[in-house]
């Protein structure tokens, strides 16, 4: 099956909010394009995840992420910057796949995968 990965990496309004609106599109398009969608929060972006009381934009990105691990996407974080910043635990509980940001990119240059980055 054909893989879309979606990184979100920078932390300003548009890069959270276009990312997680691309993302819910193809949530919603991929099973009949046969296509697997994958998300990566990476970098200032992950910072957001464990992030509260930081503005309308903010939350409404964490409950995207939120929905989009409960329609079955697979959410990934960088396990480093999640130990580096004491949030592993928070972000397993909250659903998030944690990996070695090194190794989710070679598996996506194995699977050939597309993928966009805001």
């Known amino acids: 099956m ?3 990965a979606v990184m979100i990496f920078h932390d300003d309004d548009a890069s959270l909010r276009v990312g997680v609106s691309v993302s819910e599109r193809m949530r919603q398009a ?3 394009a046969g296509v697997e969608i994958e ?3 990476f970098g200032p972006a992950q910072a957001v995840l464990s ?4 503005g309308e ?3 409404a990105f964490r409950e995207a992420i939120d929905e989009l691990i409960g329609h079955g ?3 990934g974080a960088c396990v480093n ?5 004491d949030v592993e635990s928070a972000l397993v509980e909250r659903g998030l796949r944690l990996d070695f940001a090194r190794d989710v990119f070679l598996r996506w240059g ?4 597309a993928v966009l980055s805001f």
């Not at 910057?81 to 910043?85: H, L, Y």
């Not at 194995?110 to 995968?113: D, G, P, Q, R, V």
């Open 2 to 4: 054909a893989k879309t």
């Open 30 to 32: 991929a099973p009949d």
């Open 39 to 41: 998300v990566f929060v």
């Open 51 to 54: 992030a509260r009381d930081d």
């Open 57 to 59: 934009t903010r939350e």
């Open 73 to 75: 996407v697979v959410v």
């Open 81 to 85: 910057v999640a130990r580096a910043n």
């Open 110 to 113: 194995h699977e050939a995968a």
